[in-house]
């Protein structure tokens, strides 16, 4: 099992930025890639961003291509997301999970993004 709590959220206006981070402890070893999913109100929750723990190769949904990065630091076992440009429509709850080689998805207690137009 990996545990994972994130941070960073908060209330930023249309155009601004945040960085969310997400820690992960426990069986960190095991992990192969890391990632975000959002899930805005009355919406089903969907893929945001990925980044392969070992090789670094990231992927994005396209809505978000060009305004956000992802990135880790294996030796704190984090991973980051630098959303810039925001946009009212990301608006969200955001989560951070982790996908071990068990095949398994570990899930984060999310965070609240809110855009203000």
């Known amino acids: 099992q990996v545990q994972l709590v994130e941070s960073g959220g908060g209330l930023v206006q249309a155009g601004g930025s945040l960085r969310l981070s997400c820690a992960a402890s426990?069986?960190?070893?095991?992990?192969?890639?890391m990632g975000w999913s959002r899930q805005a109100p009355g919406k089903e929750r969907e893929f945001v961003a990925i980044?392969?723990?070992?090789?670094?190769?990231?992927r994005y949904t396209d809505s978000v291509k060009g305004r956000f990065t992802i990135s880790r630091d294996k030796a704190k076992n984090t991973v980051y997301l630098q959303m810039n440009s925001l946009k009212p429509e990301d608006t969200a709850v955001y989560y951070c999970?982790?996908?071990?080689?068990?095949?398994?998805?570990?899930w984060g207690q999310g965070t609240q993004v809110t855009v203000s137009s």
């Open positions: 999970f982790a996908d071990l080689r068990t095949g398994t998805r570990s």
């Open positions: 426990g069986r960190t070893y095991s992990t192969v890639a």
């Open positions: 980044i392969d723990w070992n090789a670094g190769t990231t």
